[in-house]
């Protein structure tokens, strides 16, 4: 039998960041363009080399990207939007990165999550243009490879059925315009890698494990008919990820040459489909082994099982021993990570680690001999040890989650009865104008806190600054006029990491960073025991800044779903197990909050969409104890207390139950690149809750003029009433400058101001 090991894709940011720092600067001007494009193929290269050095068989190219991937494949089928004027000719990276973040007179495009993970993708848009190949960049990356590096590599590309399920813009009826104008495309690059002397080419279609209608089987059967028939060379392999391939029946007959399957997140399922349908004998099978979602080592023992058990229930003749999905989703390695506990660095298996594991399952499996000294014994005796660990025996956590009661799920009065009850208690004017929480991180925050955890300066110094920081913003907030304030959040470096700092049951990694969106890094802090609430991590915070003006300053927290799908979580007991233990330390926090006098608390759950299960089919449990994590660690407060939560690119005409179920007095929604569509929904779906659409988009650094919000307004008072009606920015400030949030938000006043006074024009 012909195993190889391979992995669907590698992280492209680099073990110290290096991509990031490189596109920051090449932002900034500090780079040319010369020097930034040859920094971005060193890097590129020195990936390869690494996954080589590792033992890695089949190398993958066309994982990385100047930004996003669905962006790279839109701009090199010549799909720019008519507003950033473009002209016919290879997009260049002005305009690449305006359609990825905006320019001075010309607004980004959408922005959203890739399936149900962390990562956010530019959302192509169609408007009936003449589509074009501007630039096959696979071929540079593969000729690249091939000449550089002596590397016959498999190119990877988002298949034509993701990529239209994905965009937007298009109709029933200019759907198939679209398809017709693309397939020719995809088979001119398809075509001239087979010229260049690529053996497969790796055609990832997600969208494949959706839920999908008759009509779109035949379609998606269609596509690939018309690909073999016009490249008939080309060896596809069809990767699908993120769960089981859906009407495996028709679609495993695609004429295709292999077809990879996820066997981690789709393993049930999957493992039915070959029991009674079988797998083509024709056809090399992809058995996604390998966990590319979690930073979890696998036990090689029952990974060698399994991939038995495939192997033997395939009969294939050949197969791909991967990753589930590309491992962009996890950090580079954890050789850095040398001050966690030794249990649980035993326990962790990052990207490069994760290509280890392959290569050793794949030489077991392949030739019944493990290559790595003890790594089987190794791999046993570390998952058994995190599985013992007294962090997963915290008696108290166990206590308070057998005490949880149906009753601590509601709130004592309906929102129709608290309303008026926060009217009178909070006094706010109409459209109150507010921010959803961080303002910028500036440089001298960052060094600061950088010095401070470094121990360069004393906690006394540290919070002298903190303090200093936060009035500054205070006055800001106030010179600027708007009506509830923040504290700004100059203690957190991120707004998951903070929490998981102050909670006993979480773990954080020196270099432990993903992708987000664009150059945007996370470091996801690890649950890897019991969570609990030992003292009060905001209270300190928000009462300084209350003090400090007579207007009310919102608490700030982070939602117990999102901190839960933005972790790397245990694998031991359920997500929900661990969402209400989350939740119960929120409470704690909720209350203390309270009993401190804040009248607004905010608890974001930006994540909570993100974490639904992929078919709609599905939803229904999850939601039921997402919903009540969120309402077991918000239903304490008083009737007059505020609630709000906040949600990022929710499409709401399909998730407006599961955002009423919560509850929240007032929810702010990132909408500003879909504002419209928004707006559509809510014609068609009324919310009775108080509620802020996002009137100008955070991730650009343009300054939206009042006119532009006032449009947004204008759109946004035909479908909510005055009662309801909020005033914000689409997202945290974190990220933005601090003289282009200062005057957006006057502009955002400005407007807020004129429609007070009635001189909105309609």
Request: aromatic share 10%; with cysteine.
């Amino acid at each position: 039998m012909n195993l190889v090991s391979t992995v669907i894709g590698y992280p492209y940011i680099g073990e110290n960041r290096e991509w990031k720092r490189c596109v920051e600067s090449f932002w900034k001007s500090a780079k040319s363009e010369e020097q930034f494009i040859a920094e971005m193929k060193t890097i590129r290269l020195n990936n390869l080399k690494r996954q080589q050095s590792l033992g890695l068989e089949y190398l993958t190219v066309g994982d990385f990207t100047f930004y996003d991937r669905m962006l790279d494949q839109a701009t090199m089928f010549g799909l720019v939007p008519n507003r950033y004027k473009w002209t016919g000719e290879e997009v260049n990276l002005t305009t690449y990165y305006a359609m990825a973040r905006g320019a001075k007179d010309v607004i980004a495009c959408e922005m959203t999550k890739w399936f149900n993970t962390n990562y956010h993708y530019i959302v192509p848009e169609f408007e009936g243009q003449s589509l074009q190949l501007t630039k096959n960049y696979l071929l540079d990356y593969f000729t690249e490879a091939k000449e550089e590096l002596g590397l016959i590599t498999k190119p990877t590309i988002i298949g034509p059925f993701t990529f239209v399920k994905l965009a937007k813009g298009y109709d029933s009826k200019s759907k198939a315009l679209f398809i017709l104008k693309l397939l020719p495309l995809y088979a001119r690059v398809f075509q001239q890698l087979v010229e260049a002397g690529a053996e497969w080419i790796q055609v990832e279609e997600p969208a494949l494990v959706l839920s999908l209608t008759a009509d779109d089987v035949k379609l998606v059967q269609e596509i690939y008919k018309q690909l073999a028939a016009e490249v008939p060379a080309a060896q596809i392999m069809l990767q699908t990820y993120f769960e089981g391939l859906s009407a495996y029946e028709e679609l495993s007959q695609l004429p295709v040459s292999g077809i990879g399957l996820d066997f981690i997140h789709g393993a049930e399922e999957n493992m039915a489909s070959l029991r009674k349908h079988g797998f083509p004998s024709d056809k090399v099978l992809g058995i996604g082994i390998i966990n590319g979602r979690d930073i979890w080592r696998a036990n090689l023992a029952e990974k060698a099982t399994s991939t038995k058990a495939v192997l033997a229930l395939s009969g294939v003749k050949e197969a791909w021993i991967q990753s589930s999905c590309s491992l962009q989703h996890v950090p580079v390695t954890s050789k850095a990570e040398t001050r966690l506990d030794t249990t649980l660095t035993n326990a962790l298996s990052f990207a490069d680690e994760k290509i280890v594991e392959l290569t050793q399952l794949t030489a077991y499996v392949r030739d019944e001999a493990w290559t790595g000294n003890k790594s089987v014994s190794q791999s046993m005796k570390a998952t058994q040890s995190l599985a013992q660990h007294g962090a997963r025996k915290n008696v108290r956590v166990k206590e308070l989650v057998l005490q949880i009661k149906p009753e601590h799920f509601s709130r004592p009065m309906t929102f129709k009865e608290r309303q008026p009850l926060q009217k009178e208690a909070l006094h706010l004017p109409d459209y109150p104008t507010t921010t959803i929480g961080s303002f910028p991180q500036s440089d001298q925050v960052k060094r600061t806190r950088t010095a401070w955890r470094k121990k360069e300066i004393s906690e006394a110094e540290y919070e002298a600054f903190l303090k200093s920081e936060t009035a500054r913003w205070i006055q800001i907030q106030e010179e600027i006029g708007l009506d509830v304030l923040v504290h700004g959040e100059f203690e957190r470096t991120d707004m998951v990491e903070y929490f998981g700092e102050k909670l006993e049951g979480f773990a954080f990694t020196e270099k432990g960073w993903v992708v987000s969106y664009g150059s945007r890094c996370v470091k996801p802090p690890i649950i890897y025991g019991d969570i609990e609430w030992t003292a009060p991590m905001t209270v300190k915070e928000v009462e300084e800044a209350q003090q400090l003006t007579s207007k009310y300053v919102k608490g700030m927290l982070t939602g117990p779903v999102t901190i839960l799908n933005w972790s790397f979580v245990r694998d031991d007991i359920s997500r929900e197990q661990v969402a209400n233990q989350l939740a119960l330390a929120l409470r704690e926090e909720i209350q203390a909050l309270e009993t401190a006098g804040i009248a607004i608390i905010q608890v974001d759950e930006p994540a909570l969409r993100e974490g639904l299960p992929l078919r709609k089919e599905n939803w229904a449990e999850y939601l039921a104890w997402g919903v009540n994590a969120f309402k077991l660690a918000t239903s304490s407060v008083k009737n007059e207390t505020q609630i709000h939560t906040h949600m990022c690119y929710c499409e709401f005409n399909d998730f407006i139950e599961p955002i009423r179920s919560l509850d929240a007095d007032v929810i702010s929604i990132e909408t500003s690149r879909s504002h419209g569509e928004l707006i559509q929904s809510l014609k068609q779906n009324s919310y009775e809750l108080g509620i802020g659409l996002g009137v100008y988009d955070i991730h650009s650094p343009r300054v939206p003029s009042v006119e532009e919000i006032d449009a947004i307004l204008k759109d946004s008072l035909e479908v909510i009433s005055k009662d309801q009606f909020w005033v914000n920015p689409d997202c945290g400030l974190k990220t933005r400058r601090e003289e282009e949030t200062v005057a957006s938000l006057k502009n955002m006043v400005s407007a807020t101001r004129k429609l007070r006074i009635g001189t909105l024009t309609f």
